[in-house]
């Protein structure tokens, strides 16, 4: 696609459902960012694809927390058990294709927790 | 850890005026330096990357600077416009491609 896409725009839960968020790289990125950003916050990495390389989970805040990426395309962020502190914003991004350019992100996916 | 300090407080600058924002580090070693604008309820648009050999970049009204040695990048912008008002968040990454930004600070343009 032209950008990354990220859906849903926007997403209300109630406390302890599963959610899944999903991002839609732009086409040819082989590498993809997870970010949350809470209100007035910045931004929290939290994982990274790279190509087949494993992962870079580090960033992500506890086991509840998954992310998986299918063919090296799309991105699919789930979260378990919902708490209300995981209400943010979660954004998408994918880098330019050379090393080290800029990352391009989505609108992202606003969570709300009640 | 590594860390990413930004001016937590919002700042305000005459219209016409140059905006200098200030990101310091500590506990990192980047091989590039970016900065980006954000817009209340957008992503991050990118702005400028700057490369740890590079002292200086300039991008129209824009001017970033990076002392390896102070662990510091000044982002500039000159005859600042009330369009201007934003979020700019300073990031940097390393030779990985993992990018860590820092909180931003809340620039406003006063007419």
């Known amino acids: 696609g032209a950008g990354v896409s990220q859906s849903p725009s926007n997403k209300v839960t109630e406390k302890g459902k599963d959610v899944e968020l999903r991002c839609d790289p732009i086409s040819g990125h082989t590498a993809l960012y997870w970010y949350r950003q809470s209100l007035g916050q910045g931004l929290e990495f939290l994982i990274y694809f790279q190509g087949n390389s494993a992962p870079d989970k580090s960033g992500l805040p506890s086991d509840r927390f998954s992310a998986e990426r299918t063919g090296g395309s799309v991105s699919t962020l789930t979260i378990q058990r919902t708490q209300q502190e995981d209400s943010a914003v979660y954004l998408c991004?994918?880098?330019?294709?050379?090393?080290?350019?800029?990352?391009?992100f989505g609108q992202g996916t606003r969570l709300t927790v009640v | 850890s590594q860390k990413i300090e930004q001016n937590s407080e919002a700042l305000n600058i005459q219209e016409g005026k140059t905006a200098t924002l200030t990101c310091n580090y500590t506990n990192y070693s980047p091989a590039y330096l970016q900065w980006y604008r954000q817009d209340p309820g957008r992503g991050p648009v990118f702005l400028l990357l700057?490369?740890?050999?590079?002292k200086e970049k300039r991008k129209e009204r824009l001017k970033v600077t990076f002392d390896t040695t102070l662990k510091q990048s000044l982002f500039h912008i000159t005859a600042s416009q009330p369009a201007d008002s934003a979020t700019y968040l300073c990031?940097?990454?390393?030779?990985?491609?993992?990018?860590?930004f820092g909180k931003g600070t809340r620039l406003h343009i006063l007419p």
């Open positions: 700057i490369r740890e050999n590079e």
């Open positions: 991004a994918t880098p330019g294709t050379a090393v080290n350019t800029e990352a391009f």
């Open positions: 990031a940097l990454s390393g030779r990985d491609d993992k990018i860590i």
